[in-house]
């Protein structure tokens, strides 16, 4: 079973990713915020206790308090640890060309993705985590 962490503002975003990746894996645990600063908080919370990591973060790029390049930051600081498998994607409506190239800068990234997601782009991305889970066992 797959744990997945969607951090978003926009609650239709939210709704319509959970939903495609209940399609492409039905036994997946998904977890949703709408603050990238709850989602920090969340992963702190793991962290200190020791629990399992998501296996896959989407967030998006634009929003309030602390967008995605910030929680791209955080991430950085803990990709050599304990977010070292975890699968991070950023999910955006922005299609500025030096939005990618910034996200993509982040070399944990594993992809820079436009919303919205569809069953295809999901399943390309399971298929990518399960294949780097099974060469890490």
């Known amino acids: 079973m797959n744990n997945y962490l969607l951090v978003d503002d926009d609650q239709v975003f939210l709704f ?5 990746i209940k399609i492409a894996d039905p036994s997946a645990t998904i ?3 709408q603050s990238s600063v709850k989602a920090v908080a969340y992963l702190e919370d793991l962290i200190q206790s020791g629990q399992k990591m998501p296996d896959c973060i989407l967030v998006d790029l634009n929003m ?3 967008n995605g390049f910030e929680f791209l930051d955080y991430c950085s600081q803990h ?3 304990p977010m070292s498998l975890v699968h991070i994607y950023m999910v955006t409506s922005s299609l500025y060309e030096s939005n990618r190239e910034k996200a993509l800068s982040f070399s ?3 992809g820079f993705r436009e919303k919205p997601l569809n069953r295809e782009i999901v399943s390309v991305m399971l298929e ?3 294949k780097e889970k099974a060469q890490q066992q």
């Not at 319509?16 to 495609?20: A, G, P, R």
């Open 128 to 130: 990518r985590m399960l």
């Open 16 to 20: 319509l990713h959970e939903n495609m």
């Open 64 to 66: 309030p308090e602390m």
């Open 108 to 110: 944990f990234l594993k």
């Open 79 to 81: 990709v050599a640890g």
């Open 31 to 33: 977890r949703t915020m």
